[in-house]
């Protein structure tokens, strides 16, 4: 199975919503992450499976539909993700039904927005595997049956007006993130 991209910065903020997507993965199985571009819906994505990972007992699989404009490919990328062979003789929606029936799976599709129009195909792929979860991010929901939308906001900045203290600034994620992020690209900062 295809390996899971490793950040190369800490994961900041977040945890209350990676409790709610927990939560809500234990009675959905088409969840889609929403929000901007840049919002963090792929770090938040990448967090889960660390917390998650133990429960899927058949794996998880990150699908990476960034460079994907054809909705055709989309299910042979999943494919290819679990190591699935597309051969001319089987359609690959049979070949990964057959694989993926009766395999407690995680599949993370990043980036569905580039290839919206594969809702419908990854919707009918979690119909019909009743043990797969399909944690999807996109700028804009699926619109397919059974599909549970959580909106991703930017993360919270402090009021400036009252909470000026350096201190309590540094404990506000957003402040923190800016903090990491610019001491990365500043040693000293």
């Known amino acids: 199975m295809a390996s899971m991209p490793m950040p190369l910065s800490s994961f900041v903020g977040r945890s209350a ?3 709610r997507i927990c939560s809500l993965l234990s009675s959905t199985r088409l969840l889609t992450l ?8 792929t770090r938040l ?17 990150f699908v990476d539909l960034a460079p994907l404009s054809d909705p ?10 679990f190591g699935i062979q597309d051969t001319a003789t089987r359609p690959i929606f049979d070949a990964l039904i057959d694989a993926l029936r009766d395999r407690h799976v ?3 599709a990043d980036n569905v927005e ?24 996109s700028r804009e929901p ?10 991703i906001a930017p993360l919270q900045v402090p009021d400036v007006g009252r909470d000026l203290d350096p201190e309590r600034l540094r404990e506000n994620p957003a402040v923190s993130l800016f ?11």
């Open 142 to 151: 699926l619109r397919v049956t059974g599909e549970t939308e959580y909106p």
């Open 114 to 137: 580039q290839v919206i129009d594969a809702g419908a195909d990854l919707a009918h792929l979690v119909a019909h595997c009743p043990e797969l979860t399909l944690l999807a991010t």
């Open 34 to 41: 929403t929000g901007a571009g840049g919002v963090g819906k």
């Open 72 to 81: 055709a490919l989309v299910l042979p990328a999943v494919a290819a993700a």
């Open 106 to 108: 995680l599949v993370i």
């Open 179 to 189: 903090v990491q992020r610019a001491s990365a690209v500043r040693p000293g900062f």
């Open 45 to 61: 994505a990448l967090a889960l499976v660390h917390v998650l990972a133990p429960e899927y007992h058949g794996g998880a699989v």
């Open 17 to 19: 919503e990676i409790e």
